[in-house]
């Protein structure tokens, strides 16, 4: 599967409402592997949404286990389709960026634990209890299949965005 081009604010597909998936057919299995192509060559991606890609189902990919931040709390890679956050604790601010939004970071309050419930990749029913940094991409993916992004969550427009440094 190869990776795939990915939509950059602000284009009207990043603002859509996702359908959920109706069954996990040859489609969905490779529209999955897409998204883990994506994720994996995208620099320092922790996730990608299937509407990121031009797709507007209800998909994510998320895995921290790679990352500084995430390596010690994970569950690995997380195929999500149709995910469902069931319980929230905690709260806390963080930086967050995205792929569709390139050249800015900004402060986003998410709740610091998950319990989340969706469809594997085989279609089987699951539940997790996601925390730290992996509850965070979670939730930040999750967005991305309402319409909503980071900016729309930034904690202070006045502290809260901040463009990315150019180094090199």
Known sequence: ???QKILIYPDPLLKT?????????????????DLI??????????GVAA???????RVCVVDVSASRQGRENNHGL?????????????AAIMREGCMSI????????RATGITVRFLD??????????????????????????GTLFLDRIASLKTGLFRRKNYG
Do not use: K, W
């Not at 109706?22 to 592997?33: K, N, P, S, T, Y």
């Not at 997380?78 to 905690?90: D, S």
């Open 121 to 146: 990749g085989d279609g089987n029913d699951r539940e997790i209890r996601a925390s730290g940094f992996e509850a965070v991409a979670i939730q930040h993916e999750m967005d991305h299949l309402d």
């Open 102 to 109: 390139p050249d800015y970071t900004g402060d986003v309050e």
């Open 37 to 46: 192509d994506t994720m994996q060559t995208g620099p320092g991606s922790v």
């Open 17 to 33: 409402v996702c359908r959920p998936v109706d069954a996990v057919d040859r489609e969905i299995a490779g529209l999955v592997g």
């Open 1 to 3: 599967m190869p990776a």
């Open 51 to 57: 509407p990121q890609i031009g797709v507007t189902l």
């Open 78 to 90: 997380l195929v999500m389709l149709n995910p469902e956050i069931v319980e929230r604790e905690g």
